[in-house]
T-cell receptor, first 112, second 118 residues
């Protein structure tokens, strides 16, 4: 059974800092990995999707990497802003499956 | 981009009543929709997977008779919480898979429904 772990559970940084969020998964047989953002009391907004054959994806100040063999992904946020404050969720879709397995998330606070 | 509309966003109901939550794909056809439940400070837990025109597949531990799921069309799935009790209070979120093959784009999620049973 796939298990997804996100470290740290919470992170507080001053505005302008670059930061890295970590996601690890136990079963490397994945179809893709997706990073989401969730604001309090809201749904999920997709940030980046990495297919199993890809190593990284970039969108603006966000860069996500994938090392399938080691079961790890990172989300890099450059020049953090207070508006980046949210919970970031990592979700893995298993090979041959339509289901996503989520980590518990990292709650990010960017201090002005 | 793909949009999933979920309603209502908040609902308060009395214990023993039923509540229906709707999940609609606005600009694509969704062969598969997923229903999740999220407890405070916890991640999303998959409750069931629904395929258009067939019975939903429930995850272990989820009561089929309490959480009724209907996916009668390619753009609409509903979750009905029957005879709701305070322990059913939670945040419910749906997501949809594009039948047109957005396996390259991942899944789209609704905005969630906060259910409070009093």
């Amino acid at each position: 059974k796939q298990e997804v772990t996100q470290i740290p559970a919470a992170l507080s940084v001053p505005e302008g800092e670059n930061l890295v969020l970590n996601c690890s998964f136990t079963d490397s047989a994945i179809y893709n990995l997706q990073w989401f953002r969730q604001d309090p009391g809201k749904g999920l907004t997709s940030l980046l999707l990495i297919q199993s054959s890809q190593r990284e994806q970039t969108s603006g100040r966000l860069n996500a990497s994938l090392d399938k063999s080691s079961g790890r992904s990172t989300l890099y946020i450059a020049a953090s802003q207070p508006g980046d404050s949210a919970t970031y969720l990592c979700a893995v879709r298993g090979a041959g499956s339509y289901q996503l397995t989520f980590g518990k998330g990292t709650k990010l606070s960017v201090i002005p | 981009g793909a949009v999933v509309s979920q309603h209502p966003s908040r609902v308060i109901c009395k214990s023993g009543t039923s509540v229906k939550i709707e999940c609609r794909s606005l600009d694509f056809q969704a062969t598969t929709m997923f229903w999740y439940r999220q407890f405070p400070k916890q991640s999303l837990m998959l409750m069931a997977t629904s395929n258009e025109g067939s019975k939903a597949t429930y995850e272990q531990g989820v009561e089929k008779d309490k959480f009724l799921i209907n996916h009668a069309s390619l753009t609409l799935s509903t979750l009905t919480v029957t005879s709701a009790h305070p322990e059913d209070s939670s945040f419910y979120i749906c997501s949809a898979r594009d039948a047109g093959g957005t396996d390259n784009y991942g899944y789209t999620f609704g905005s969630g429904t906060r259910l409070t049973v009093v």
